[in-house]
């Protein structure tokens, strides 16, 4: 799976790049904007104005917001009817910045956005979309171009469409929407701080679409074939690593990923045993220790730099696994080198990260002689059947829950390594 993020003020060509770059790879085009826009165009025909947060935010639970892709394009059914161009006019694109600016509404929209990318590869563009949408989006692009040349080619578009406008009246809403858009309080319109930026003021639409691509195939194959590609088959044959149960683990799909924890190059192992990539939250500190930190970087661990506890680890990795990514967690919270895992207590942090995110669970066992590493011994990593989430037993969430749906993967988890309680007295000290 491949996420794209585009982001950047209107006018800069998000939408005809964002499509063609879409055909161009065969995944969905996401037009988030037009998303604000059908909600704009709701409380103008209602009467409620775009501007009122209060009337806004009552009146968002007394309509349906339906995305459908057919043949690839994107449709938007307002209480099941096609908006078709209606939220293309002027008006609407002042409304829908005015929307847009209100908390609830942006909160109203996040889990529909965020739902499609979960389920499929998609280039996604708006404002906000690699900084708060999909901030682990895989690619990020900023793009932009000087007012002017964007006011130019809005004011071309509208003419084409048969609208009455001149370019003074186009630029000034334009100036005006830049403004609204990237003031506003919540999710402005800014540059991801890992976002690539790409000023088209000067480059036809073609150029900037083949400027796109580039951006897009170096980034993604740095981060997927080309490392994947060699750097868990060394990992894999320096350390012995067998895998078992691959057959287990489809393709393309984000799992929350629970294995038993026995050191910390655990990460290292499974993500070079797990066939695509694996997002493992690390504390700050494990990224410069050398070698290991530029691992995990490599194999995609996310820095957890907000004081490393076990709350903000927990809080990255939902958003993880929301946004369809597969997540790395132990259950048993700390490394147990030298213990029997059924002999271990156990913690509810990947239960609740399953929770939240609603995700499906594998359970994977790491198999060593006495629960121990040693750098030339054989490894096996044990890849079991996924747990869907209906059968964790979640209902309203709550620590009851969470400690048996907690039971329940980890019960697995020994299953997997043939772990039981007593064997811990027939343990020989290594
Ligand atoms: O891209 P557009 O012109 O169709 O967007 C319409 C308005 O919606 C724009 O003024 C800002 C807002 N918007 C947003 O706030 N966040 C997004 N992800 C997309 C659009």
Known sequence: M????????????????????ARELGIIYVDTGALYRTIAYHMVLSGIDP??????????????????????????????????????????????????????VREYLLNTQ???????????????????????????????????????????????QGQVVTYDQVYNEMVE???NDSTRAIAPCVQAKDAILLDNSKLTPNE???????????????????????????????????????????????????????AARDVILIGAAYP????????????????????IKKLGAIKLDRGGGDVAAIKTSVNL????????IFPQGHRNPGVNPANTPTKNGAALIAYKSQSDVLPVFIKTKNHKYAFLRKKEIIFG??????????KNGGGEEYEAATKIIFDRILELGGCKKDDAEKEIKD
């Open 2 to 21: 491949v996420r794209i993020a585009i982001d950047g003020p209107g006018g800069a060509g998000k939408s005809s790049v964002a499509k063609a770059v």
């Open 51 to 104: 501007k009122d947060a209060e009337s806004v935010a009552a009146e968002l639970d007394k309509f349906t917001l339906e995305l459908k892709f057919v043949d690839g394009k994107q449709i938007i059914l307002l209480d099941g009817v096609d908006v078709g161009d209606n939220i293309r006019t002027p008006e609407m694109s002042m409304a829908a910045s005015a929307v847009s600016a209100i908390k609830e």
């Open 114 to 160: 965020r739902n499609i990318a979960r389920n499929n590869s998609v280039i996604m563009d708006g404002r906000d979309i690699g900084t708060v949408i999909l901030p682990y989006a895989e690619v990020k692009i900023f793009l932009t171009a000087s007012p002017e040349a964007r006011a130019k080619r809005r004011y071309e578009e509208l003419i084409a």
């Open 177 to 179: 929407r830049d403004k």
């Open 208 to 262: 900037t679409v083949a400027a796109v691509i580039k951006i897009v195939k170096k980034n993604e194959k740095s981060l997927y074939m080309k490392l994947h590609a060699w750097l868990p088959p060394i990992i894999r044959f320096f350390q012995r690593i067998k895998r078992t149960g691959l057959e287990n683990v489809p393709a393309d799909k984000g799992y929350v990923i629970c294995s038993n924890h026995i």
């Open 276 to 295: 695509s990539q694996i997002r493992f939250v690390a504390k700050k500190e494990l990224f410069s220790v050398p070698i290991l930190g530029w691992l």
């Open 321 to 328: 696994a929301r946004a369809g990514h597969s997540v790395a």
């Open 385 to 394: 059947k996924p747990i869907p989430y209906s059968e964790l037993g979640f």
